[in-house]
């Protein structure tokens, strides 16, 4: 199984800029895509942006330009740079990975327990 740590959230005024971290551990083979996901109050859970082992990444339209993704493999981790944060930007921002099982060898989607973002004055 693997375990999805998130950290970096917290209270931000409008305008400035966060940064999030996942790391993943535990016993797999390797990690696919990985991305980042959000849920407001009253709202469905949203595609922020996702990142594959190699290739392009894709941004949800409200973030284009401001957040930024990118992963370090070597560490498991991924990040999500957020900048010129907006109000509606206020979410618990969810990790998502793409684990490929050391048993198995099937590919299996896992979650992290989520991180608080709120953007405030």
């Known amino acids: 199984q693997v375990q999805l740590v998130e950290s970096g959230g917290g209270l931000v005024q409008p305008g400035g800029s966060l940064r999030l971290s996942c790391a993943a551990s535990?016993?797999?083979?390797?990690?696919?895509?990985m991305g980042w996901y959000r849920q407001a109050p009253g709202k469905q859970r949203e595609l922020v942006a996702t990142?594959?082992?190699?290739?392009?990444?894709n941004y949800a339209d409200s973030v284009k330009g401001r957040f930024t993704i990118s992963r370090d493999n070597a560490k498991n981790t991924v990040y999500l740079q957020m900048n010129s944060l907006k109000p509606d930007d206020t979410a618990v921002y969810y990790c998502n990975a793409l684990v490929v099982a050391a048993t198995t060898r099937y590919e299996y989607p896992s979650w992290g327990q989520g991180t608080q973002v709120t953007v405030s004055s």
């Open positions: 535990g016993r797999f083979v390797s990690i696919n895509a």
């Open positions: 990142i594959p082992r190699g290739g392009s990444t």
